[in-house]
């Protein structure tokens, strides 16, 4: 099992930044994916980001050029750099893990509890 924290969220004029972190902790190997996702109120959860233990980054269309991906292997942290925010990025941003177990099987992996973003206009 791993547990995820999140911080960094907050609320924050259309234009600005925000940097949201993750830390993950428990059973956690070599091969992984670690990402960020987001919910708007009536909406479905989207993918943001995702970043491999080793490997390419993908980014939703909505982000690219904007959001920046990263990790820390040797925190086990990854991190979300949000610039030129825009008041459609609101929404609660969960951050997501998937071992190789959950990878080779198509699992959903472990959630952070969320954190919430806000992009006034």
């Known amino acids: 099992q791993v547990q995820l924290v999140e911080s960094g969220g907050g609320l924050v004029q259309a234009g600005g930044s925000l940097r949201l972190s993750c830390a993950a902790s428990?059973?956690?190997?070599?091969?992984?994916?670690m990402g960020w996702y987001r919910q708007a109120p009536g909406n479905q959860r989207e993918l943001v980001a995702t970043?491999?233990?080793?490997?390419?980054?993908n980014y939703a269309d909505s982000v690219k050029g904007r959001f920046t991906i990263s990790r820390d292997n040797a925190k086990n942290t990854v991190y979300l750099q949000m610039n030129s925010l825009k008041p459609e990025d609101t929404g609660v941003y969960y951050c997501?893990?998937?071992?190789?177990?959950?990878?080779?099987?198509?699992?959903?992996?472990?959630w952070g509890q969320g954190t919430q973003v806000t992009v006034s206009s």
């Open positions: 997501n893990f998937r071992s190789h177990f959950d990878l080779l099987n198509r699992l959903g992996g472990s």
């Open positions: 428990g059973s956690i190997f070599t091969i992984n994916v």
């Open positions: 970043i491999p233990s080793s490997g390419s980054t």
